[in-house]
């Protein structure tokens, strides 16, 4: 597609169940990234990945969350036994590759709601 | 450690005013610096980006940057805020896309 493409646009699931935000980056963008936003705040850097390569998962907020990409292309943002303070809209974005001079694209999010 | 900050958690100017978002950053080597905006309700929007050469940027909906190597800022501007500017906007470094916490502006009519 032209654009980051981000699935399902809106989540609504129940406290302690796992769920897996989808994004499928811009093709031939090798760097992929996430982030957290909460309502109307600022953006909580998740993690990036380089290729399949993610160097730094310092930024994931707990053990509940884990991150892959396969094949360079589609990634999931896994998040298990969810709780209510992980409801967010989780962005994600591609560019070209990291360090690069080239700027990120961004999809539309998945807001979760954990009720 | 590599980062860029945002001082200001809110700017509010009037319509017609000139107004300036600050950024500063934290870089070993030469920055590449980038502007978003994100508008109410709506995904991230770049704005422009400082790679190398003039340290004035011209970006999109009149929007401008000055890179400042010795105050190692990256400040955004604009000559005449309109109504439509009110948003959140945020400062990023390339090195691994790690952005600033963000600057509400508010533009009053």
């Known amino acids: 597609g032209a654009g980051v493409s981000q699935s399902p646009s809106n989540k609504v699931t129940e406290k302690g169940k796992d769920v897996e935000l989808r994004c499928d980056p811009i093709?031939?963008?090798?760097?992929l990234y996430w982030y957290r936003q909460s309502l109307g705040q600022g953006l909580e850097f998740l993690i990036y990945?380089?290729?399949?390569?993610?160097?730094?998962k310092s930024g994931l907020p707990s053990d509940r969350f884990s991150a892959e990409r396969t094949g360079g292309s589609v990634s999931t943002l896994t998040i298990q036994r969810t709780q209510q303070e992980d409801s967010a809209v989780y962005l994600c974005?591609?560019?070209?590759?990291?360090?690069?001079?080239?700027?990120?694209?961004f999809g539309q999010g998945t807001r979760l709601t954990v009720v | 450690a590599q980062s860029v900050a945002q001082p200001e958690d809110q700017v509010n100017v009037a319509e017609g005013n000139p107004l300036t978002v600050k950024c500063t950053y934290s870089?070993?080597?030469?920055?590449?610096l980038f502007w978003y905006v994100q508008y109410p309700n709506r995904g991230l929007q770049f704005l422009l980006k400082?790679?190398?050469?003039?340290?004035l940027v011209k970006g999109s909906y009149g929007f401008e940057a000055e890179f400042n190597k010795s105050q190692t800022s990256f400040h955004l501007k604009k000559p005449s805020a309109l109504v439509s500017d009110s948003a959140l906007y945020f400062c990023?470094?390339?090195?691994?896309?790690?952005f600033g916490a963000g600057t509400r502006l508010t533009v009053k009519p």
């Open positions: 974005a591609s560019s070209l590759g990291v360090g690069l001079d080239t700027e990120a694209f």
């Open positions: 400082y790679i190398t050469g003039d340290n």
């Open positions: 093709s031939g963008h090798t760097a």
């Open positions: 870089v070993s080597g030469n920055p590449y």
């Open positions: 990945f380089q290729g399949n390569s993610a160097p730094d």
């Open positions: 990023a470094l390339s090195n691994d896309m790690r």
